[in-house]
């Protein structure tokens, strides 16, 4: 079981360390836990610091696309990618990523 984590992100390199350190990496039941950043069009290092800060995959927008179309871009190549579960977060640490296995331990 493959769990990816999207992180759909903009002008984040100030918030985007706290958010992935926090991101378990081991979560019971799954096979393989990988983070996918996207950078919707970010001005800063935010590409740059995800992959500093252990993002496993980055996608750039070359312009802003707004959420709407991050949250899309990221599905699509979270599904290229393999995954078999999916999960969403907030570069802005406004959800506690240790709270990752209790949202998915239902699914699996």
Known sequence: MKLIIQIPAK???EHLPVVLREIPRQIPGVDKVEILVID??????????AIAHGA??????????GLAAA?????DAALRLGADI???TDADNQYPGDQIPALV????
């Open 11 to 13: 002008d984040e390199e």
């Open 105 to 108: 331990a239902p699914i699996l």
């Open 86 to 88: 999916i999960v969403n």
């Open 40 to 49: 919707d069009g970010s001005r800063d290092r935010t590409s740059e610091v």
């Open 56 to 65: 496993t995959h980055v996608v750039r927008h070359v312009s802003n696309k």
């Open 71 to 75: 949250f899309q871009t990221g599905i």
